[in-house]
């Protein structure tokens, strides 16, 4: 197992008694804070009470801090062991000069990111789908700029496996949040292709997917 636990928390104690039963076992582990992104290849989470609302993370662990850190840690691992696929990974693309992009694993935001490229993005794409097994994959591509919308449905078509859905999305008001942003242009992207995720669109008719 290679880093599949992480410990989000600012509790001075509870950190110090997790990392020690992690250290104790010599297992890797990655610590963040509860504000952090957490990475895709973190299989479990493991926090405090008080921080679990901040943890956008679909397996999330609560530690007691009155209570044997082995107890949590030996749950972590069987859920990290697990290797239990994801139901659905839904990818939100924001196309235009920069490509903002989200990752949704049942609804809930995995991660987020800005590419600078159409091959940049695509690669990313085939990445996230390398790294997330599941058993349904969905790319949705917001139609706000069609001259990029249309070269990157096409790439997609026919880097992407013929199972994967490619859905086009209206942009109709994934941006009204941008008067909060209109100075950080990259999080105005990343939170137009999380709400593209979210949203339903029409089908894209796949024609090129591959076959393995």
């Known amino acids: 197992m290679k880093g599949k636990i992480a410990v989000a928390t600012v509790s001075g104690k509870a950190y110090y008694h997790l990392v020690n039963e992690l250290k104790a076992r010599g297992l890797p582990f990655l ?29 999330v662990m609560v530690f007691e801090e009155n209570t044997d850190p082995a107890t949590i840690v030996n749950e972590a691992i069987r859920s990290a062991e697990d290797k239990q ?6 990818v939100g693309i924001d196309p235009g000069k920069t490509f903002g992009m989200a990752v949704l694993s049942n609804g809930n935001v995995l991660e987020t990111m800005i590419h600078s490229s159409i091959e940049q ?21 917001g139609d706000g ?23 086009i999305v209206s942009e109709a008001g994934t941006s009204r ?5 209109v100075h950080r242009r990259g999080l ?11 949203r339903r669109g029409r089908p894209f008719q796949r024609e090129k997917g591959k076959q393995q």
């Not at 610590?31 to 943890?55: A, F, G, H, M, Q």
């Not at 696929?85 to 839904?90: A, C, E, K, Q, S």
């Open 188 to 198: 105005r992207d990343a939170m137009s292709a999380v709400k593209i995720a979210e």
């Open 121 to 141: 993005t695509e690669k990313a794409v085939l990445d996230v789908l390398t790294k997330n097994p599941a058993t349904t994959y969905i790319i949705k591509v």
């Open 85 to 90: 696929n994801h139901d659905t990974i839904t």
């Open 177 to 181: 949040f941008a008067k909060e942003t």
């Open 31 to 59: 610590s963040l804070t509860p504000y952090d992104i957490i990475p895709t290849d973190i299989e479990v989470v493991i926090t405090t009470e008080n921080e679990r609302k901040l943890i956008n993370h679909p397996n």
């Open 145 to 167: 700029a069609p001259e990029y919308t249309r070269v990157l449905l096409s790439q997609l078509d026919e880097a992407l496996h013929k199972d994967v859905a490619i859905e």
